[in-house]
């Protein structure tokens, strides 16, 4: 299995600012997720992250308002970039390999004001 | 694309058995999941399936028909603490998982 570590657990910020969301897992993975859970929702994907390419972004996100970083094979980092209440969410990274194994992070909690 | 189907809200009593359907339409299936999330947590994962039949663990059981784009999470002898969202994802082309909305159980005394 894989552990998988975010910081920060949660922020709030104001609006207009950036957040950069760091996930870190304990070993190499081929393909990292973000996700987005806002209030009372389910989880959706964001983008899938490669390292040594540009991430893939699902219908409705932009790399402008969430760019990401693979810079290797334990890292991601996701930026939410000039961020309003609507943003207020909580963001989860996830790695999956083959078969079935999909794991999740703690999840970052966002709080946007 | 994926579109997952599955109730938004069940009750249930303490002791008794209760099923959560998901029903899926995909342009590619590699497999389906069921996560359990308890509020303010992120998901945990229950159970996958990528063969047709019934998958058992302890309390809890999937069941998948690929045929009928359809499974159920069953579980048994509730508890207080089993309450929570049930949610059924499905892993399509590229490792991408899709989640449904979501089942929120209560589970009442």
Sequence with gaps: ?113 | GQNIDQPTEMTATEGAIVQINCTYQTSGFNGLFWYQQHAGEAPTFLSYNVLDGLEEKGRFSSFLSRSKGYSYLLLKELQMKDSASYLCAVKGGYQKVTFGIGTKLQVIP
């Design chain 1, 1 to 113: 299995s894989a552990v998988i570590s975010q910081k920060p657990s949660r922020d709030i910020c104001q609006r207009g600012t950036s957040l950069t969301i760091q996930c870190q897992v304990d070993s190499q993975v081929t393909m990292m997720f973000w996700y987005r859970q806002q209030p009372g929702q389910s989880l959706t994907l964001i983008a899938t992250a490669n390292q040594g390419s540009e991430a893939t972004y699902e219908s409705g996100f932009v790399i402008d308002k969430f760019p990401i970083s693979r810079p290797n094979l334990t890292f991601s980092t996701l930026t939410v970039s000039n961020m309003s209440p609507e943003d207020s969410s909580i963001y989860l990274c996830s790695v999956g390999g083959e078969g079935s194994e999909q794991y999740f992070g703690p999840g970052t909690r966002l709080t946007v004001t």
